[in-house]
C-alpha cells in the first residue's frame, strides 16, 4: 500500500436524468443554482452528455456490479498469495481466465521474476521477566526477515526513533533486541500520513539495530488499532531478524520494561529466503477506437501479504481495475483510445511487477496517457489524488463536479501508486493517479490476519470501480 495525502471541493453539474432520479435531480438542481458563479465555466467544460454516461457507468455497478462476487473468488478461493507461492501462481491464472471470460480485446501475461520468502510453521515471542512464567505476545516475522535459528533470548533496549538509537551507548545495544515503539501520530486526519510517519521503523530498524551489534529488532506494528494483531510488511535485508509486536504487546512490553529494565525477550522465527521463482502480472487490454497507441492503465496488485486473504490489499484494487473496463464497455462505451488492466505481481516485497511493465512499456515505445491504481483499500470513494503538473492538474480538476453526485469529487495533488511510479521515469505519463477512498479503517487491518473479505462492504467496492471507470471513460474521451 501507500501513504497518500489530500483535499479539494467543486461545485454542480445537474445529476444524470436516469429513470427514477427526478427527486434527486431537482435537489442537486437547487445545490447548483446557489453556487452559480464558480459552476458556470466548469459546467461548459463537462457536457451533460457525460454526466449521463457516468450515471450509466454507476447504475451497472451498482445493480449488476461483478468486482464483490470476483474478490469473494480471489479471498476466499485462492487466499493469501504472497509473490513466489503457489497461490500467488493461482490467483495469476484465476485473473487472466477472468479477463478472458469479460472478453477483453487483448489478454497477456508479463512474465517477471519475484523474491521468494517463506514465513515458516513457528512463529513466538514471549517476555521473561524475573518470574518463573513468561508472558507469550502476539508476534509475526516482517517480510523478508533472516530465522531466529532456534530460540533467540535477550535483553531489550526501547526506542523512538532512530536518533535515539544512535545517541545510546554501545553498551546499552549490543547483544539487546532493539524495541522501536514509536505509535502512530494519531493527531494526522489522514491515516496514510501516520503510516508514512512510523513506517520507517518497519522498514529500516532490523539494518539500523544489526549496525548497533543487536540481535534483533522488535517493532511496534504500523496502526492506529489497539488489538492483539500483528502487522507484517517488508523490511529492508538485513542480518538479525525483524519481527513486529501487536500494539497491545508493544504497550504491554513498554509498560513491563519501566517496572524491570532488565527483563528479557525470547523469539523464536522460522522464515527463510528461498531462490526467486518465475511469476507474472496479469494484463487485459481493450483497444481505443481513435487513438491506439495512447494507452490508459488501471491496475492493482495481484500479491498480497500471508497472514491473511489480502481482501482490502489490494484485492479490491484488482477486480476494481477489471471491473472498471467491463463498466465501461458494459454501457456500451467504445473508448477512444487504448485501456489496459494490470494486475501487478510483488508489489509488497520488491515492487517487481511494477518495475517490468514500466521496463516493457519503455521498450515498446508506448505512450501511456495516465495510469490509475487502486492500493488504499476498497472504502467508500473519495475521489483521486494525482501526481501530474499544475496544468494536468487543474484540467483533471475541472471533471470534479461529475463525480460530486457520488462523493467521489476530491481530486487533488498527492501519490499515484508504487506499481505505476516506474513508469513515470520510464514513459512519462502526463498523470500517475491514485484511487482515493475513506482510509480511516484501512490501518486496523493492513498486512494483517483481519484482512479478510468479510471487512469489504459490497456498495463501497463497486463504487470505487466505478469512480476509477467514471475517470477512465473522461481521459479516454479528452485525453490530457
Ligand atoms: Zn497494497
Known amino acids: 500500500m501507500r501513504p497518500s495525502l489530500s483535499l479539494l471541493l467543486a461545485t454542480g453539474l445537474l445529476l444524470a436524468a436516469a429513470p427514477g432520479q427526478a427527486q434527486v435531480r431537482k435537489k442537486a438542481k437547487t445545490k447548483a443554482s446557489t453556487a452559480a458563479p464558480a ?6 467544460a463537462a457536457p451533460v452528455s457525460d454526466s449521463v454516461a457516468l450515471r450509466k457507468i454507476f447504475d451497472e455497478a451498482l445493480l449488476r456490479g461483478e468486482s464483490y462476487d470476483n474478490l469473494r473468488y480471489l479471498t476466499g478461493n485462492i487466499g493469501a498469495r504472497l509473490s513466489g507461492s503457489p497461490q500467488a501462481q493461482m490467483a495469476v491464472e484465476w485473473g487472466k481466465a477472468t479477463m478472458e471470460k469479460a472478453k477483453f480485446d487483448r489478454v497477456y501475461l508479463q512474465e517477471v521474476m519475484v523474491p521468494h520468502w517463506v514465513r515458516g510453521s513457528k512463529e513466538r515471542g514471549e517476555i521473561v521477566g524475573n518470574k518463573d512464567k513468561g508472558i507469550k505476545v ?5 517480510g523478508g526477515s533472516v ?5 533467540l533470548k535477550a535483553g531489550v533496549v526501547e526506542v523512538h526513533s532512530f536518533d535515539e538509537l544512535k545517541n545510546l551507548p554501545d553498551a546499552a545495544v549490543k547483544g539487546k533486541f532493539v524495541f522501536f515503539n514509536r505509535p502512530f501520530n494519531d493527531a494526522l486526519i489522514e491515516p496514510g500520513a501516520a503510516y508514512g510517519g512510523a513506517v520507517e521503523q518497519r522498514a529500516l530498524g532490523a539494518a539500523e539495530a544489526a549496525k548497533r551489534g543487536a540481535v534483533a529488532a522488535l517493532v511496534r506494528s504500523m496502526t492506529s488499532a489497539r488489538d492483539d494483531n500483528p502487522h507484517t510488511g517488508t523490511m529492508r535485508p538485513a542480518t538479525i531478524p525483524g519481527a513486529a509486536l501487536s500494539t497491545n504487546a508493544a504497550d504491554q512490553l513498554s509498560q513491563l520494561l519501566k517496572a524491570n529494565p532488565d527483563l528479557q525477550f525470547e523469539l523464536e522465527l522460522e522464515c527463510v529466503t528461498l531462490p526467486d521463482e518465475k511469476s507474472y502480472n496479469v494484463v487485459g487490454e481493450i483497444r481505443g477506437s481513435k487513438y491506439p497507441n495512447e494507452i490508459i492503465t488501471v491496475g492493482g496488485h495481484l500479491d498480497s501479504w500471508d497472514l491473511a486473504q489480502g481482501a482490502h490489499d489490494d484485492g479490491t484494487g484488482c477486480v476494481q481495475s477489471m471491473e472498471a473496463l467491463r463498466l465501461l464497455r458494459a454501457t456500451g462505451f467504445r473508448p477512444e483510445r487504448t485501456l489496459r488492466a494490470v494486475l501487478f505481481m510483488n508489489e509488497e516485497n520488491g515492487a517487481r511487477g511494477g518495475t517490468e511493465y514500466a521496463r516493457l512499456a519503455a521498450e515498446n515505445k508506448e505512450t ?6 487502486s492500493d488504499g483499500g476498497g472504502f467508500t470513494p473519495r475521489g483521486f489524488t494525482l501526481e501530474a503538473d ?3 492538474l487543474a484540467k483533471v480538476a475541472k471533471w470534479a463536479p461529475l463525480f460530486r453526485p457520488y462523493h467521489a469529487d476530491e481530486i487533488t495533488a498527492g501519490h499515484g501508486g508504487t506499481d505505476i511510479g516506474p513508469l513515470k521515469e520510464a514513459v512519462h505519463p502526463k498523470a500517475l493517479i491514485g484511487y482515493k477512498c475513506d482510509s480511516q479503517r484501512y490501518f486496523d487491518i493492513h498486512h494483517t490476519a483481519a484482512d479478510t473479505f468479510d471487512k469489504v462492504n459490497r456498495r ?21
Open 368 to 373: 501511456h496517457v495516465a495510469a490509475i491504481e
Open 147 to 151: 530465522g531466529t535459528g532456534g530460540k
Open 39 to 44: 459552476a458556470a465555466p466548469q459546467a461548459a
Open 460 to 480: 463501497e467496492l463497486e463504487l470505487g470501480g466505478a469512480s476509477m471507470a467514471a475517470l477512465i471513460y473522461l481521459l479516454s474521451k479528452y485525453g490530457l
Open 390 to 392: 499544475a496544468a494536468t
Open 138 to 142: 502476539p508476534v509475526c516475522a516482517l
